[in-house]
């Protein structure tokens, strides 16, 4: 599932950054087998990763792939 698709207040695990946004994505910290969680939804998403909170669009969030964390 995307991130988009992902539910407010789970752990999710990053398994894939497709799209043409992916380089950015990395800027950001967001890379494979990353721990995440999605703080908010909305037009722009919060996550909490590595102890930082991070805000990304709709649009680049679309291009994370994520799995339910364990």
Avoid: H, W, Y
Avoid at 15 to 34: A, H, K, N, S, Y
Avoid at 42 to 64: D, K, P, Y
């Amino acid at each position: 599932m995307t991130l988009n698709q992902a539910q407010v207040g789970c752990d999710f695990q990053i398994q894939v950054l497709t799209g043409p946004g992916c380089d950015r994505l990395r800027d950001l910290g967001f890379c494979e087998q990353i721990q995440l969680r999605k703080l908010t939804g909305g037009r722009n998403l919060i996550c909490s990763m590595c102890g930082t909170r991070l805000a990304i669009s709709r649009e680049l969030a679309e291009q994370v792939l994520v799995k339910a964390a364990v």
